[in-house]
């Protein structure tokens, strides 16, 4: 990458993250501000007081000099600490700020991205880079700091050179160092040194980034495999202990992981060889450097050009004057080396938006009489030219219970899912009370439907908490709708155990008990249920479709299911099969058809009876 993009890329972080950390890098700026300046403060002190002790020797001047050293000294000293721990303090937030830009992206981009493949493993991707080698955000905050040090540094340093190359000496065959020839000739050598030097550190580290693929390999099987016994939802199961997968794990954590990291890896060979060759001559070329100036101020000295404190003032400045700038074009290759990575982070942020998020407020009615009208909807995933529903035309009727049923990939899912407005159609419109859904703002339409999907999360926090997804709720309510979906727990139990041993791990059941408690206080004039009873006893199952009546109430409920005896509590069921609606009816009227639902109750029938 050209380093006037990568450049662009970084200051663009920047901005970005100033926004998350305002105080941040401002902090930063006057902390490296003050270390690049105290070393000259000090030679040039250091410079006065060999000068005068080499020279006249007054006791008031030495005084005043040594004084305003120390004084000098310790005020940057201490301005210092303080901006050290201001940064420390903000760089504690800063890592919770800006570890939480890329979830939030997640969680406000269209749900037909967050499901891609291609987005999914670009997230992966980025994180990775992360991982093995600090690419991308790291380095943002890492190099902002360095590019403002190396900038005061190399300024500071060329004030303090200016008599080097100004002063003139006076005598002897060390004349021709008068000469402006010669005094272009040094300098020259002494960037030129500097800036290959600098070029040639930065190119060996260029190498890390230009494996970035077998870096993120070799740390991916090492986050896995090696970590894998640490790994609660692994180790602590019985496949663990009866087949030794820690065997497995070895083989590959020796086979992949070694083969990039191990001490006779990939990259360990990449040190010894052309890594290694390029840090070997960046370093020779320094000493070099050092040898010149050396030799220049040492000469310049002798023939009368200045006295013995000008000489620890020049070497120490020219020192650091080719340290910054090695530095600089060392961060300058960086900064390219990152900019891929960067790259990378902004092409994920910058995923557009394409659903029209609409402006019409959604009418608020207490009796809940919202219709909701599928109209000749097709749909099909990105990337596929197969059709997950295809003509499909249905009508809710309200404050009714309605199963959806049909096997695997039939469409059941999808149906819910452009229902919610997870998705818009291809073809077709979705419409309540009449109005084509996409023109309601989207936040007040999805605020229609409370959900339990088959993969629900529940947080490791107290249980009331985890139904009413906040702090501050009605403790009668969240009783109320626990007891309605049959799980009588104290609402300040704390569920899972990452943060205490005071909490305990739900089954399956348990915790789908406490996702339909969640639908219900949310209470939305849509219930959806998507495998609602699951994980659940038939026991379990059939008292919670006992109480069907009192929990839905005056909601209207749609259940996706796989058990077909839910169905017989329903007012009417939709048979999908390949991505349409191939029958509609009641439970006993389905059954008397020889059709597609009659064969799937038989399916399950046949087991019971």
Excluded at 52 to 58: K, S
Excluded at 160 to 181: A, D, E, M, Y
């Amino acid at each position: 990458m050209e380093f006037k993009k990568a450049f662009g890329l970084h200051m663009r972080g920047v901005k970005l993250l100033h926004k998350h950390c305002p105080k941040l890098f401002p902090l930063m700026a006057l902390q490296k501000l003050i270390q690049a300046v105290t070393p000259y403060i000090t030679l040039y002190f250091t410079a006065q007081l060999l000068d005068e002790i080499a020279g006249a020797r007054r006791e008031a001047v030495l005084l005043k000099l040594a004084i305003l050293l120390v004084s000098v000294s310790g005020i940057l000293a201490g301005l210092s600490m303080l901006f050290t721990r201001l940064e420390g303090r903000e760089e504690h937030w800063f890592s919770f700020e800006y570890s939480s830009i890329l979830p939030k992206k997640m969680l406000t981009m269209d749900f037909v991205d967050v499901e891609s493949i291609k987005k999914r493993d670009q997230l992966v991707q980025i994180e990775q880079n992360a991982n093995w080698g600090g690419w991308g955000w790291n380095y943002v905050v890492q190099l902002f700091p360095v590019l403002v040090e190396n900038v005061v540094g190399i300024l500071g340093a060329a004030v303090l050179l200016i008599p080097l190359f100004t002063s003139r000496v006076k005598k002897g065959s060390f004349l021709i160092l008068n000469n402006p020839l010669c005094v272009v000739v040094i300098l020259g050598s002494m960037v030129l040194l500097s800036i290959f030097s600098g070029k040639l550190e930065g190119l060996g580290e260029s190498v890390y980034a230009k494996n970035a693929i077998k870096g993120r390999m070799g740390n991916r099987i090492f986050g896995h495999f090696g970590l894998m016994g640490c790994d609660t939802t692994r180790a602590d199961t019985g496949d663990m202990r009866l087949y030794p997968m820690e065997k497995m794990g070895e083989y590959y954590q020796r086979a992949y992981m070694m083969e990039s990291w191990g001490a006779h890896g990939f990259f360990a060979k990449l040190g010894k060889g052309r890594v290694g060759v390029c840090n070997f001559f960046a370093a020779g070329i320094a000493t070099l450097f050092t040898g010149i100036i050396y030799v220049f101020t040492c000469l310049k000295a002798l023939g009368g050009a200045f006295g013995i404190g000008g000489i620890t003032q020049y070497v120490g400045a020219a020192t650091q004057l080719s340290g910054n700038i090695k530095a600089l074009f060392v961060m300058m290759e960086d900064m390219k080396n990152n900019g891929e990575f960067l790259a990378e982070i902004f092409d994920f942020l910058d995923t557009p938006n394409n659903m029209y998020q609409g402006s019409l407020t959604t009418e608020k009615r207490a009796d809940r009489k919202y219709n909701v009208e599928f109209k000749d909807v097709s749909f099909k995933y990105p990337g596929t030219d197969t059709w997950a529903l295809r003509h499909v035309n249905v009508k809710f009727e309200i404050g009714k219970r309605m199963a959806v049923v049909g096997e695997n990939g039939s469409g059941k899912t999808t149906f819910i899912k452009l229902l919610c407005r997870l998705y818009d159609p291809q073809e077709g419109q979705i419409l309540l009370n009449g109005i084509d859904i996409k023109k309601y703002n989207y936040r007040e339409y999805m605020d229609l439907f409370s959900v339990v999907f088959q993969d629900f999360q529940l947080l490791s926090q107290p249980l009331g908490d985890n139904v009413a997804c906040c702090k501050e709720y009605d403790a009668e309510r969240v009783e109320q709708v626990l007891h309605d979906a049959g799980y009588e727990v104290p609402l300040d139990q704390m569920l899972y155990r990452e943060f205490g041993e005071e909490g305990v791990d739900v089954s399956g059941g348990e915790a789908q008990k406490i996702a339909i408690a969640r639908a219900l206080y949310q209470d939305s004039p849509f219930l959806i249920l998507d495998e609602p009873t699951a994980a659940l006893d038939p026991i379990a199952e059939a008292e919670i479709y006992s109480q069907l009546d009192d929990i839905v109430k005056d909601r209207t409920a749609v259940y996706i299911s796989h058990r077909l005896s839910s169905c017989r509590f329903c007012d009417e069921i939709m048979v999908f099969d390949h991505g349409e609606i191939v029958e509609r009816g009641e439970h006993e009227t389905l059954l008397e058809k020889e059709g597609k639902y009659q064969a799937l109750w038989n399916a399950q029938a046949q087991y019971y009876v």
